[in-house]
Each structure stands twice: as structure tokens, then as C-alpha cells.
């Protein structure tokens, strides 16, 4: 009894879906646009997050400890600076090795051979969570006792920061529009199904029908739309995706290798999960609305 | 809560539509079950709206209406399905699904109140069968004549065993012969103990048949009488 019902809805869904091919070409056309404008955008916005993070790694402070310091009370503030709100974390570096690392980015080491390291101070390189707070980070650092000077490049950080939000921000609300729209279109092509077959629905209330009876072929007409749309957006989105990384990697526009996309396997589950949950709830959502008008009899 | 042994009763109906449509003003009959009564009236008296009001696709403005138990002028929209499963009702536009066979349009009407394949299996042919249409079902409504399809809207009214049947001018189409057929077809389903109430205006129908006549003219009833009595030459 329980399997024939959803039998029944299944059929009737799946043909509805046939007779009316071209809203329901429609509806799934519409629904793969927004989901791939909405995916490039946020996978845009997930390259740019990760490009940051990359400098991120790289824009670090540097924390100079005072002279008077030995490398033992000069090491001993790790502590305090790893205490610091937004330092992810601290090296140390005695002045030993800051010297030996510059002399061996010099090729005419002779020319420093009567410079010791004493010239130079012990350090910390400290690398934070968010670019975002670099120069509060860089107050808070300067406060502890034993630092002497704090350097950072603010400039590249305050460009970053702006780049990221205005990325993220721009997403989001496309995101937000597409989100709409494509639910609009949905229910606007059920509901077009459902006014084609509004005599139907009229002669199965007055046979008695229930309205859960009548919704679920449309649900499920919403439910398959919506499928087969995310299906097919994901499938374009990889492969325009995997064609743009690569026409910009090849072209040379990342700077010899600086900058490195995120693979597609890297965001393929995600992205499947979320267009999929997309998809589907806008199918759904959208039946749902544009049957309950007809129901009301 | 008072026993209620009538199909149906009406008492004191009044329905004034949104636009101020006085369509009802005070009916009041009695259908008693196994009954077999036709309703007439000219255009506009108010014979559909009594129909609609019957299965509740409209609510009154007043009085009190029962249906096959149901206490209609009150029932809460989540119950409806079960009241318009006791009524079969057969619409003057016969209301035919273009798209589905004969047996499906029949099939659908079992589908739609949860019967199970096997019972439609066994109960649509039968039904098919007894109104004559036993050769026809793989046809669709466009493919038959205005009586067959007329007879496919009444097996589907048949088809869940219904209390009550109530057919909307079931002859308003068709020529005299079968016109008598379905009348006749009808008083047979009334046999098998199925309460059957026509509404018409065929004057000639009416006289030939020696039944109940309930005449409505603005709304109100002019006469309710038994054998026949009817007349409004205008009809
Ligand atoms: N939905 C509606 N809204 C407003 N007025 C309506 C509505 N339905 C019917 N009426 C009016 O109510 C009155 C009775 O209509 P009804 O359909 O019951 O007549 P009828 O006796 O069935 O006529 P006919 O023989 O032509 O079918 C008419 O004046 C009609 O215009
Ligand atoms: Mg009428």
C-alpha cells in the first residue's frame, strides 16, 4: 500500500516533468545558471581567502628584543608573546642565526668579514591568525617588556584585508540574490504546471482526494528538477572551473607560480554537497508555495 | 447531537455569494436514504449552488446542511475528502482528465481516496461494465461521443461506492434517446440502494419518470411533490 503510493507519485511526478518539457527545461536551466554564477563567485571567494592565507603566511612581525637581553631571558618571552591575542604562533631566532641567514643570501661574504653578529639582535618572528588585526597585534607586542621595536608590512596587510572583505562581501550577496531568484523561477514553474492541471486537481478534491495526496507528485517533480539541475551545474561548473585555473596558469598571469589555485578535488565534495542542498530545497520549497493556492478548495 | 438518519437534509439555506448574489433564500428539503429525486429549476435558480453547498465547495451563509452524516455547513476542511468520498457527484461539463484513458479517468478517482492496485483491478471493469463502456476503455474523452463521455463521468462518480449521487444536468447535451438511457442507467444505479438526486430542466424527462420533483425558482422552493408534478411550461 505504502510502496504503490510512492509509486504513483513517482510516476506522476516524472510525467509531469514530460509534459510540460519546456518549463521544465526552463526551471533547470535557470536553476544550473544561478548555482554555477553563485559557485564561481564563492569558489572566487574561496581562492582569494586562500591566496591571502598564503601571505598571511609570509606577512610576518618581526619582534626584536633588546640588547641588554641574553638568549636566555630573550628566549624566555615566548611566553608572553605567545599570550598575545591573534599570535598563532612565535619563533624564536638568536642573533647568531639572523646573521648566518643574511650572510648566506650574500655572495661577497668577504665584505662583512670583520662584522660579528653581535650588531644584530635576538628576535621573534611571530605569525598571527588574521591579517586582519596586525597592527593592534603589533601595539600589544610592542608593550611587553624586552621588545624593542616591532616591524610589519602594513601596507600589503591593509591591502589584503580590503581585497578579502570586498571578495567576500560581493559574494555573499550575489549568493543571496541568486538564492532568490532561482526560488522564484522554481515556483514559478510549478506553479505554471500546477495552473495547467488545475481542472485535474479541482476533480480530484471533489473525488475526495486528499491535499497530501495531490502535493506529492508535484514535491517530487520539484525534488527530481531540482536534482538534475545541481547535477548538471556541478559537472559544467568543474569543468569551466578546471578551464579557467588552468588557462591562468599556463598564461602566466599567477606570477611564475606565486599564487597556486585550490585543485577542483580539493572543493568537489563541498561544492556537490551545497549545490545539491541547493537544488533540491529550491525545488522543494518552490512545489511546496505554488501548489497551496490550488489546495484551498 | 442529534441522530441523523437522513442522506440528506437541508434546513433554512440561505448563500449570498461575495458579489452580493442572493442565489439561496431559505431552502429546506429532505432526502431520505435509497431516495430517487430530481431537482429543476430554470437558469440561475440556484441548482449548482445547492450542489456545491452539498459537497462543501462553498459553505452557507445560513441554515443547516447534513450530508451523509456530516454536519456540512460546519465540517473542517480536513474532513471534506471524506464527506465528497460518500458523494459521487456528475458534473454538467463531466470534468474528464483529456490526457488519461476512460478506465484511467475512472482508475484515478479509486487512486486518488487510497484504494490499492488490486482493488481497482477488480472494481473499474465492473463499473465500466455496468454503464455500458466495457469496449471503450482504452479510449480518451475526445475520442467518444457527449453520452459516452457523460457515462464515463458517472461511472467515476460510481466507482467509490458512493451514498449519494447527484448529477449535475446529466443530460443537458445529449438528444432525447440517450437522454432516456442515462435516466435510466441512473434509476438503476438507484436500485443497487444509491440515494440519486438529478438536477434538470428537460420538462419532457421529467413528466416520463414518475419521481420526486423538488422545483426552485430565485432561490426558493415553489413545490416539492411526488410523481412527476411539474409545471413550469418555461423550463
Ligand atoms: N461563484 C459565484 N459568485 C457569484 N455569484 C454566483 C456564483 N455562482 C453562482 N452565482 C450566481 O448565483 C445564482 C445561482 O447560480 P447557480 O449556478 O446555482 O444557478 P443554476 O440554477 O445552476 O443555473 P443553470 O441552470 O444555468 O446551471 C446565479 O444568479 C449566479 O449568477
Ligand atoms: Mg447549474
Given at each position: 500500500m505504502r510502496s504503490f503510493r510512492a509509486g504513483y507519485y513517482i510516476r506522476e511526478g516524472l510525467s509531469s516533468i514530460f509534459t510540460h518539457g519546456f518549463m521544465s527545461f526552463a526551471s533547470v536551466f535557470i536553476v544550473v545558471a544561478c548555482l554555477i554564477i553563485m559557485g564561481s563567485f564563492s569558489l572566487l571567494a574561496v581562492n582569494v581567502n586562500k591566496i591571502i592565507g598564503d601571505f598571511e603566511d609570509e606577512n610576518v612581525i618581526l619582534a626584536y628584543i633588546h640588547e641588554s637581553y641574553s638568549v636566555e631571558d630573550a628566549r624566555a618571552l615566548a611566553g608572553a608573546i605567545d599570550a598575545v591575542p591573534n599570535v598563532r604562533s612565535a619563533r624564536f631566532v638568536t642573533r647568531e642565526e639572523a646573521f648566518n641567514s643574511f650572510l648566506s643570501g650574500v655572495e661577497d661574504k668577504s665584505r662583512f668579514e670583520d662584522i660579528d653578529a653581535t650588531v644584530l639582535r635576538h628576535r621573534f618572528t611571530v605569525y598571527v591568525d588574521d591579517i586582519a588585526f596586525i597592527e593592534r597585534t603589533q601595539e600589544d607586542l610592542l608593550n611587553?617588556?624586552?621588545?624593542a621595536r616591532v616591524t610589519a608590512n602594513l601596507l600589503i596587510a591593509r591591502a589584503l584585508v580590503t581585497t578579502r572583505n570586498i571578495v567576500s562581501g560581493v559574494s555573499t550577496v550575489i549568493v543571496a540574490v541568486l538564492l532568490i531568484i532561482s526560488l522564484f523561477i522554481m515556483m514559478n514553474t510549478v506553479k505554471l504546471a500546477t495552473f495547467e492541471r488545475r481542472d485535474e486537481i479541482a476533480i480530484m478534491k471533489v473525488v475526495g482526494a486528499t491535499n497530501s495526496f495531490i502535493r506529492w507528485p508535484f514535491i517530487f517533480e520539484g525534488f527530481i528538477l531540482g536534482l538534475f539541475g545541481s547535477l548538471v551545474a556541478f559537472i559544467t561548473q568543474w569543468g569551466l572551473y578546471t578551464a579557467v585555473t588552468d588557462a591562468l596558469l599556463s598564461g602566466g598571469a599567477t606570477g611564475g607560480g606565486l599564487i597556486q589555485a585550490i585543485s577542483f578535488s580539493q572543493v568537489a565534495l563541498s561544492l556537490c554537497v551545497v549545490f545539491a542542498v541547493i537544488g533540491i530545497g529550491v525545488g522543494i520549497i518552490g512545489s511546496s508555495f505554488a501548489i497551496r493556492k490550488y489546495l484551498k478548495v | 447531537m442529534n441522530v441523523v438518519t437522513n442522506m440528506v437534509h437541508l434546513r433554512d439555506v440561505f448563500k449570498t455569494y461575495?458579489?452580493?448574489?442572493?442565489?439561496?433564500?431559505g431552502i429546506s428539503f429532505t432526502l431520505e436514504p435509497g431516495e430517487f429525486a430530481f431537482l429543476v429549476g430554470p437558469s440561475g435558480s440556484g441548482k449548482s449552488t445547492i450542489i456545491k453547498l452539498l459537497i462543501g465547495e462553498v459553505a452557507p451563509t445560513d441554515g443547516d446542511i447534513s450530508v451523509a452524516g456530516f454536519d456540512v455547513a460546519n465540517i473542517k476542511p480536513r474532513r471534506l475528502p471524506q464527506l465528497r468520498r460518500r458523494v459521487g457527484v456528475i458534473f454538467q461539463d463531466f470534468?474528464?482528465?483529456?490526457?488519461?484513458t476512460v478506465y484511467e479517468n475512472v482508475a484515478f478517482a479509486m487512486r486518488a481516496v487510497g484504494a490499492s492496485n488490486q482493488q481497482i483491478r477488480q472494481r473499474v471493469p465492473y463499473v465500466l461494465d455496468l454503464v455500458g463502456l466495457d469496449m471503450k476503455?482504452?479510449?480518451?474523452?475526445?475520442?467518444?461521443s457527449g453520452g459516452e463521455q457523460q457515462r464515463v463521468a458517472i461511472a467515476r462518480a460510481l466507482v467509490n461506492n458512493p451514498q449519494l449521487i447527484i448529477a449535475d444536468e446529466p443530460t443537458g447535451n445529449l438528444d432525447p434517446a440517450r437522454s432516456l438511457e442515462i435516466l435510466t442507467l441512473l434509476q438503476k444505479i438507484n436500485e443497487l440502494q444509491t440515494t440519486v438526486l438529478v438536477v434538470t430542466h428537460e420538462k419532457s424527462l421529467v413528466d416520463r419518470l414518475s419521481r420526486r420533483v423538488i422545483a426552485i425558482d430565485g432561490g426558493r422552493i415553489i413545490s416539492d411533490g411526488a410523481g412527476g408534478y411539474y409545471n413550469y411550461e418555461e423550463f
Open positions: 611587553i617588556p624586552g621588545v | 461575495a458579489n452580493n448574489t442572493k442565489a439561496l433564500k470534468r474528464l482528465i483529456e490526457k488519461k476503455t482504452k479510449a480518451f474523452p475526445s475520442e467518444l
